[in-house]
C-alpha cells in the first residue's frame, strides 16, 4: 500500500499558475500509476491527469490538455501537477491518487474507481 498526501492548493485569480504536489509514502512509489483528479461541491470526482509508473507516458483530459503538466520524480516519490492559465471552472478539490498496474475491462487511466489509494485533497480556488 502507499499513502498520498497533497499539498500546494490555494485561492487565486483567472490566469494565475499553482503547482500542486502529491507525496507518497514507502518505497514502491514507481510501482504505481499516479493520476490527478478533482471534485467540486455536488460534482462527481472527474478525472484530470494521470502519468505512467516512469514517467514517458502522460494523459489529460480535453479540460486540461495545453493547461495543465502531470509529472513526477520517483527518487523524491512525489508527484506533481503544474497549472497554468487557471480558470473559475477549474476550482475543487484536486486528489491524487494512485493505482497498481492491474488488468481491467474498462479504462483504468481516467475512471475513479480503479484507483485503490487516495490522499486527503488540497482546495483550489480560481475567482475571476
Known amino acids: 500500500q502507499v499513502q498520498l498526501v497533497e499539498s500546494g492548493g490555494d485561492s487565486v485569480q483567472a490566469g494565475d499558475s499553482l503547482r500542486l504536489s502529491c507525496a507518497a509514502s514507502?518505497?514502491?512509489?514507481?510501482?504505481?500509476?499516479m493520476g490527478w483528479f478533482r471534485q467540486a461541491p455536488g460534482k462527481e470526482r472527474e478525472f484530470v491527469a494521470t502519468?505512467?509508473?516512469?514517467?514517458?507516458?502522460?494523459y489529460y483530459t480535453d479540460s486540461g490538455k495545453g493547461r495543465f503538466t502531470i509529472s513526477r520524480d520517483n527518487t523524491k516519490n512525489t508527484a506533481y501537477l503544474q497549472m497554468n492559465s487557471l480558470k473559475p471552472e477549474d476550482t475543487a478539490v484536486y486528489f491524487c491518487?494512485?493505482?497498481?498496474?492491474?488488468?481491467?475491462?474498462?479504462?483504468?487511466?481516467?475512471?475513479?474507481?480503479?484507483?485503490?489509494?487516495w490522499g486527503q485533497g488540497t482546495q483550489v480556488t480560481v475567482s475571476s
Open positions: 491518487a494512485a493505482r497498481r498496474p492491474i488488468y481491467s475491462s474498462r479504462d483504468y487511466r481516467t475512471n475513479p474507481g480503479e484507483y485503490a489509494y
Open positions: 514507502g518505497r514502491t512509489f514507481s510501482h504505481y500509476l
Open positions: 502519468i505512467s509508473l516512469n514517467g514517458d507516458s502522460t
